[in-house]
């Protein structure tokens, strides 16, 4: 009987359904919904297709290819892996600004002379998210620093952690619109983008 | 009973290996140490030093963390000792969640406006005007510096940045008049001046401004050769053409979406 089952289901060109998966694709759909319906930029990190998508109310802004998706358990910990199944609610460190200097503007302005004076870009980030998650960004050719590295070494808090390491071409674009409050939900299905979302070019 | 004054000097017939026994002694007086009092330095030595490296190493331990990739969902093989029954349940509720997974993803599909709205990259410094999933038009445009001006005058100061979120036009205007904020003086090293109708500015905004509420807005500019860079106030600057084009094209109340 199954063996006939799946013969069927096999010649309808579809997969053996899966409850695993079922259930995936349910809770992402739900809590995506949780987060269209804040007022909150929200990112949804798919494991699937490694990437990282920006959405804002439900509309689809921007999307960043990753390179891995890596989960970060304190040695020795309890838990044998993270179930990531939350809608974490997270806070992106702030950018320090350049101060302008107050005095009459070059006029008229000369492309090449008048240089653009913008805000150093980072190459990472830790989001600080609850429930307990810190989220690392980082840029596919970022090597950390020692120093950086110290500070991760020392920031211990026994909370989870999640690496998404960035590829180089999409780095700048992301740290440069990172949102200060950003919701995060991570997938591990691949995400059907409806006909009436696909993001912008 | 023992007093604490005693504490001090090794009473008689002490053993030799007690702390402070020696130090007490004069030089004259000092005698090479016995063997047994080596042997129990070396004991004492070896065990500081052991639980020296398991303190350092319950340290790091408390510090470090294992990676793992996380991957997509294997699917799992059907279980060959399932029932027809218990298959046939499993169906069921493999159905229900997929059902339940369409209904969420099609609410969220629904909230992507049906009508024309802006979406503004700050990253890239682009403008697109949408409707659905369609790009409608895409334009150059200049955004926010992200510079911090301080007033030397005052206790104040100023963050150039676009403000990001979800916006509305609520206000369209034709010739706009620019009343010059307070930093736009400052910037320059001018003193503020007393009397608004030095403030008012009649080229700057160029032919329209959509105005999106606390003081920004899409409009547009002297200097065109700049857009592509971020180098505006908080405002949303386009060229001529196409601020005109997204003048006409989004009337009052049409959704601003800036990342």
Request: charged share 25%.
């Amino acid at each position: 009987m199954k063996a006939l089952l799946l013969v069927a289901l096999l010649a309808q060109g579809e997969a053996p359904p899966d409850v695993a998966s079922a259930r995936e694709l349910e809770r992402v759909a739900r809590l995506e919904l949780e987060a269209a319906r804040s007022k909150e930029f929200y990112f949804v990190a798919d494991a699937a297709s490694l990437s990282l998508s920006m959405k804002l109310g439900g509309v689809p802004l921007a999307t960043y290819k990753l390179e891995a998706i890596e989960l970060g358990l304190p040695l020795g910990s309890a838990d044998e892996a993270l179930p990531l199944d939350e809608l974490y609610r997270c806070l992106a460190p702030p950018r320090a600004p350049v101060e302008i200097v107050p005095g009459p503007p070059p006029t008229p302005a000369t492309p090449g002379k008048d240089e653009e004076k913008k805000p150093p870009v980072p190459r990472s980030a830790v989001l600080t998210c609850e429930p307990p998650l810190a989220v690392h960004l980082v840029s596919a050719s970022r090597v950390l620093g020692l120093r950086e590295r110290l500070r991760l070494f020392s920031d211990r808090k026994d909370e989870p952690r999640v690496r998404l390491v960035v590829a180089e071409a999409d780095a700048e674009r992301l740290f440069s619109s990172l949102p200060a409050k950003p919701l995060v939900l991570f997938s591990r299905v691949p995400q059907v983008e409806p006909e009436s979302t696909a993001e912008a070019r | 009973m023992e007093t604490s004054d005693t504490m001090g000097t090794a009473p008689a017939g002490a053993p030799d290996d007690v702390d402070g026994a020696e130090s007490a002694a004069s030089p004259a007086e000092a005698r090479p140490a016995s063997p047994k009092v080596d042997r129990n330095r070396w004991l004492l030595g070896g065990v500081g030093a052991t639980l020296l490296t398991l303190s350092i190493l319950f340290f790091l331990s408390t510090r470090l963390y294992v990676y793992d990739r996380l991957g997509p969902i294997e699917p799992a093989s059907a279980s060959s000792e399932s029932t027809p029954a218990e298959a046939a349940a499993l169906q069921k509720d493999i159905k229900d969640l997929e059902s339940k997974a369409k209904r969420a993803q099609r609410s969220v599909a629904g909230m992507v406006p049906g009508s024309v709205y802006i979406v503004v990259d700050t990253a890239q410094n682009k403008l697109y005007l949408k409707k659905r999933d369609k790009v409608l038009h895409e334009a150059l445009c200049s955004t926010g510096s992200g510079g911090l001006l301080k007033d030397p005058s005052a206790d104040r100061q100023w963050v150039f940045e676009t403000p990001r979120g979800n916006f509305r036009v609520i206000r369209k205007a034709e010739d706009p008049v620019w009343t010059k904020p307070d930093w736009a003086f400052v910037e320059e090293g001018k003193s503020v001046p007393d009397n608004w109708s030095e403030r008012r500015d009649y080229d700057t905004l160029g032919n329209y401004a959509l105005y999106l509420g606390d003081g920004y807005m899409i409009h547009g500019t002297l200097y065109q050769r700049y857009l592509g860079r971020a180098i505006t106030h908080g405002c949303i600057r386009l060229g001529d053409e196409d601020l005109e084009r997204v003048y006409r094209a989004a009337p009052l109340g049409t959704q601003v979406l800036i990342f």
